[in-house]
């Protein structure tokens, strides 16, 4: 079964309006990346969250690990069509403090922002 | 500077035929990652080489697959008696450590282009 959950599987939104998407998971995540991806390109990193609470931000774009950390939201604010693409979350299960990478990744969720 | 590069860009063979995929990484990067990714399995980790270290191969989905990587920087993936469930998109990562503030480090991984393969 799937170890992470990404909701919703696709997002169509109205240029500066703002938006969320959810990655849950079943058990504690000890490393949480969020990437985007555009069609036909590799992924783009975008943000990591390790501690339960951690927020970040880049420009419009903000994430939050959940204190149990098994939920990670991310936030864009205003979005515009650049924001378009998929968004993946991707897990590390490593627990030692150390994250490797080898992730674990979402379904994804495709974002769509019409002008 | 360059990013991770891959190649060949597309690839489309026939099945049971062998195919050999490309990564050049990051200078300096000391890890090296291989995923798959299909409509029907999302994105899928394959192996992954950190400096001199044993790859970890617990990704592979089969004996068909492996991987080298060759003086710690380039990497070539290879499907032997390649079959049709194996068309995807195979993207390499690259990365290197980075600490943070609180004493823990994790990878920010640097993803290539991919190789979209199909079989047919």
């Known amino acids: 079964s799937q170890e992470l959950e990404q909701s919703p599987q696709s997002l169509i939104v109205q240029e500066g309006k703002n938006l969320t998407i959810n990655c849950t998971s079943s058990?504690?995540?000890?490393?949480l990346y969020w990437y985007k991806q555009k069609y036909g390109e590799g992924l783009i990193f975008l943000m990591m969250?390790?501690?339960?609470?951690e927020e970040k931000s880049h420009e419009k774009i903000t994430a939050k690990l959940d204190e149990k950390k098994q939920q990670s939201s991310l936030h864009i604010t205003a979005s515009q069509p650049s924001h378009a693409g998929i968004y993946l979350c991707?897990?590390?299960?490593?627990?030692?403090?150390?994250?490797?990478?080898?992730?674990?990744f979402g379904q994804g969720t495709i974002l769509t922002v019409h002008p | 500077g360059a990013g991770v590069s891959q190649s060949p860009s597309n690839k489309v063979t026939e099945k049971g035929k062998d195919v050999e995929l490309r990564c050049d990484p990051i200078?300096?990067?000391?890890?090296l990652y291989w995923y798959r990714q299909s409509l029907g399995q999302g994105l899928e980790f394959l192996i992954y080489?950190?400096?001199?270290?044993?790859?970890?191969k617990s990704g592979l989905p089969s004996d068909r697959f492996s991987a080298e990587r060759t003086g710690g920087s380039v990497s070539t993936l290879t499907i032997q008696r390649t079959q049709q469930e194996d068309s995807a998109v195979y993207l390499c990562?690259?990365?290197?450590?980075?600490?943070?503030?609180?004493?823990?480090?994790?990878?920010?991984?640097?993803f290539g282009p991919g190789t979209r393969l199909t079989v047919l």
């Open positions: 969250l390790q501690k339960g609470g």
């Open positions: 058990k504690t995540l000890y490393g």
């Open positions: 991707g897990a590390d299960r490593n627990a030692g403090g150390t994250s490797y990478g080898k992730l674990t």
């Open positions: 990562a690259s990365s290197r450590p980075i600490r943070t503030s609180g004493g823990s480090s994790y990878n920010e991984q640097f």
């Open positions: 080489f950190q400096g001199n270290s044993a790859p970890d």
């Open positions: 200078s300096g990067h000391t890890a």
